[in-house]
């Protein structure tokens, strides 16, 4: 995300996808940028813990600030949530956390090719200097979106409507 974002892959260690990430607070880009959206995952559990500076952790609403030290916070399933570098006050212009999620059988689960596509494309958006589509964010909205089984069977009555 233009340099205020950096993200390495690590080993997974049994889990789906494992990374270290990195804000850089006094990036330009994520002084400007509102908070991300709220999401959910329904088919994992995803695993944060700060390392360095502080985070700012929304579950439902509810705002709690993690430091190093404070252990790995746990965001179940289906919880809305989102995760954000606290803005101001810090000594260190970085934040750094280990963001994780458990392995699951689910071909909707989140894996490492959902990162790559998902920051690939906002990286794309910064540099055009455009803003990222309604429909690529939709999906985080949860009451603006059908859940994915629903969205099959759907297709599945219309199809063999259409198809007699």
């Known amino acids: 995300m233009g340099g205020g974002l950096t993200t390495r892959v690590l080993p997974e260690e049994g889990q789906a996808f494992r990374f270290e990430v990195i804000f850089r607070t006094d990036h ?3 002084r400007q940028q509102a908070k991300p959206p709220t999401h959910f995952h329904l ?4 695993y ?3 390392l360095e500076g502080s985070l700012v952790v929304e579950v439902e ?3 709690k600030v993690v430091r190093p030290g404070d ?10 949530h989102r995760t954000y570098p606290l803005d101001g006050g810090e000594e260190s212009n970085r934040v750094r956390m280990l963001l994780s999620g458990e392995e699951s059988e689910s071909p909707y689960k989140l894996e490492l ?4 596509s998902w920051y690939a494309y906002q990286e794309e958006c910064y ?3 455009e803003r990222v589509d309604l429909i690529q964010a939709l999906p985080f909205y949860e009451d603006l979106t ?4 629903q969205a099959w069977d759907r297709m599945e009555v219309i199809t063999k409507e259409k198809m007699g």
Do not use: C, W
Request: aromatic share 8%.
């Open 28 to 30: 330009p880009r994520l």
């Open 43 to 46: 088919y994992q559990d995803e």
């Open 48 to 50: 944060v813990e700060v």
């Open 61 to 63: 609403g509810v705002e």
């Open 71 to 80: 252990g790995v916070v746990t965001l179940g399933r289906g919880v809305n």
């Open 113 to 116: 090719a959902f990162f790559e």
């Open 127 to 129: 540099i055009a200097g």
């Open 146 to 149: 059908m859940k994915q089984d």
